[in-house]
C-alpha cells in the first residue's frame, strides 16, 4: 500500500493550534511522566504531589539533586554536575522540553510540503531522553487525532551509547504513549545500544524515512571534524529515498559554524540537498550579531519543572528559546517548491534587474525589526545564490497597505511572495526592496 502522505489541511489546523496562537507549550502529560520517572528513581511516590511539591520533595530527602545545579542559562557551567549521578535526572527536567519544542518547526517544514509520511519509519541518532522521538511521536499523535482514519503509524529505533538513557528514553515514550487514545499505532520501539565512530554502518534495509540528529555533533565526544563528517555521511546512507535528515544544534556559535560546515560536506558529498530552512543556509546576515547565531528563537512557556529549577539556581527561566536547523532531502526539493508558481525572479537574477520592478519568493531567513516598530526589515534566500548575496525586505510605516500587512506576520522560516516591488541595489552585495503600498505580499507558514 501507497504510504501517503499527511493531508496538509489537518497540518495548517495543527500549525494553527501549536504555532500561531501564543508561546510554544510543552505537552503537561509528559512533563509528570518524566518527574515521576526521576521522583521514582530516589523512591518517591510520584502520586504524592503536583510537580513543584514533588520537586521540593526531591530536594529535602536527596541534597544532592538539589546541589547538582545544571548548566542553567545564567547559572554558570560547571563541570562537576555533567559528571554527577544526578546530572540526567535534572537533564530529564531541563533539557527535555527545551530541547523537545526545537523540533516543531522542522516537522512543520515538511508536513505542510506533504513530506511527512502517514507511516513514519524514524532512527534517532543520540536519543538521550528521547527528546526528538517524543516530539515525532507527539506530533503524530496531534495529527492523528485531527485526521481520524488516516492509518498513521510510527516505528521507532533509538540509538544511543548509553543505556541508561535508552531505558529512560524507552520508557518515556511508553507511557506517553499510554496516556492518549488516538488513531496513531507505534509499531516498533527499538533501541540500540552503540557508540556511533566514523566506521559505524547504520542499518539500511529498514529504509528510514525520517531520521533526526538533535544535539548530537557538538555534544558526542566525537574526535574532530574530519569523524564528524564521516559520521554523518554514514547517517546520511541509511535514509530512504523520500527521507528527510533533520539535524537540530544550539544556538551557539561555534555549534552553527560546525552544522555549516557539516552542510558543506553533506551538499558536497553525498547525494543530499538541503530542504530547509533555506537552500543557502546562513547565520544572522543582517544583524552580523556574533552573540546570536541561532536561525530562530520562539516564545515559550517555562514548564513548572523548568521555574523550579531556576528559582532553585536564583536565576530567571528564559521565556525565549533559540536554536539551528537544517533538514536535508535526497530528491533535490526545497522547501518553497510547494507554493504557487509564477513569473518570479530568483535572486541569482537579480544584477539584471537593478532599478525595476520585481516579483520574488523565498524563505525568510531572519527578522530584524518585529511588526510593533515603525520598520520591518527581513532577509530571504530562495536558494539560487549562496553566501552573503541576500535580500531585505523593508517595510516603512508610511507604505503600509492591506495589500502589504502581511509582511508584519513573517516570521523566521515562513515562505513570503512579494509582487511589484522596486529592486535596489544598497551595499555590495545586498539587495534592498522597499515595499510600496502597491506591492503585495502572502507569507505562507
Ligand atoms: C546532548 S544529548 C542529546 C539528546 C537528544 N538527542 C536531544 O536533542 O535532546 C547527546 C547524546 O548523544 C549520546 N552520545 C554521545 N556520543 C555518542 C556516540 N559516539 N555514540 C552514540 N551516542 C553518543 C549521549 O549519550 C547523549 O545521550
Redesign the pocket.
Known amino acids: 500500500m501507497k504510504n501517503q502522505a499527511v493531508d496538509r489541511n489537518h497540518v495548517l489546523s495543527l500549525y494553527r493550534q501549536l504555532v500561531t496562537t501564543g508561546p510554544a507549550e510543552f505537552p503537561v502529560e509528559l512533563e509528570k511522566i518524566a518527574v515521576a520517572r526521576v521522583c521514582r528513581a530516589y523512591g518517591l511516590d510520584p502520586l504524592e504531589a503536583e510537580v513543584p511539591g514533588r520537586l521540593d520533595m526531591l530536594a529535602s530527602r536527596r541534597p544532592r539533586f538539589k546541589k547538582g545545579r545544571l548548566n542553567l542559562p545564567g547559572a554558570g557551567p560547571s563541570e562537576k554536575t555533567v559528571a554527577s549521578d544526578v546530572y540526567?535526572d535534572l537533564?530529564l527536567l531541563y533539557?527535555?522540553p527545551?530541547?523537545?519544542l526545537?523540533?516543531r518547526r522542522p516537522l512543520f517544514d515538511l508536513a505542510l510540503q506533504g513530506l511527512l509520511p502517514a507511516h513514519v519509519r524514524l532512527l534517532?541518532?543520540?536519543?538521550?531522553?528521547?527528546?526528538?522521538a517524543l516530539c515525532v511521536l507527539d506530533f503524530y499523535r496531534r495529527l492523528a487525532e485531527l485526521s481520524p482514519g488516516t492509518g498513521f503509524r510510527i516505528d521507532i529505533y533509538l540509538?544511543?551509547?548509553?543505556p541508561v538513557?535508552l531505558k529512560t528514553a524507552r520508557y518515556l515514550i511508553e507511557n506517553y504513549r499510554r496516556s492518549y487514545l488516538t488513531g496513531l499505532e507505534v509499531g516498533r520501539l527499538e533501541t540500540i545500544h552503540?557508540?556511533?565512530?566514523p566506521r559505524?554502518r547504520f542499518i539500511r534495509s529498514i529504509g528510514f524515512n525520517l531520521i533526526?540528529?538533535?544535539?548530537?555533533i557538538?555534544?558526542?565526544?566525537?574526535p574532530g571534524l574530519k569523524a564528524q563528517r564521516r559520521?554523518l555521511t554514514q547517517i546520511a546512507n541509511a535514509l530512504s529515498e523520500d527521507g528527510s535528515l533533520v539535524l537540530?544544534e544550539a544556538p551557539d556559535p561555534a555549534e552553527a559554524t560546525s552544522l555549516q560546515i557539516i552542510k558543506e560536506h553533506l551538499t558536497s558529498a553525498t547525494s543530499l540537498n538541503v530542504y530547509a530552512p533555506c537552500a543557502y543556509f546562513q547565520r544572522r546576515v543582517l544583524t552580523g550579531s556574533t552573540r546570536n547565531h541561532s536561525f530562530d528563537t520562539f516564545d515559550w512557556q517555562p514548564p513548572l519543572s523548568i521555574q523550579w529549577l531556576h528559582r532553585q539556581a536564583g536565576t530567571p527561566s528564559p521565556d525565549r528559546l533559540g536554536y539551528t536547523y537544517l533538514v536535508f532531502r535526497r530528491d533535490g526539493r526545497v522547501k518553497y517548491t510547494g507554493i504557487p508558481t509564477g513569473d518570479y525572479l530568483p535572486l541569482s537574477h537579480f544584477p539584471s534587474f537593478v532599478g525595476q520592478r520585481v516579483n520574488l519568493m523565498g524563505t525568510v531567513c531572519s527578522v530584524a525589526d518585529r511588526s510593533g516598530s515603525e520598520l520591518v526589515r527581513l532577509t530571504l534566500c530562495d536558494g539560487s545564490v549562496c553566501s552573503h548575496n541576500y535580500s531585505v525586505l523593508v517595510l516603512s510605516g508610511q507604505e503600509r497597505s492591506e495589500l502589504n500587512q502581511g509582511l508584519l506576520t513573517a516570521r523566521t522560516g515562513n515562505l513570503v511572495q512579494v509582487q511589484n516591488v522596486p529592486l535596489m541595489k544598497q551595499k555590495c552585495p545586498r539587495y534592498h526592496l522597499p515595499l510600496q503600498h502597491d506591492t503585495r505580499v502572502t507569507v505562507w507558514p
Open positions: 540526567w537533564s533539557h527535555l527545551t530541547n523537545f526545537k523540533l534517532d541518532v543520540g536519543t538521550g531522553t528521547g527528546t526528538m540509538l544511543d551509547q548509553n538513557l552503540k557508540t556511533v565512530t559505524t533526526t540528529v538533535g544535539h548530537f557538538n555534544q558526542a565526544e566525537l559520521i537540530i
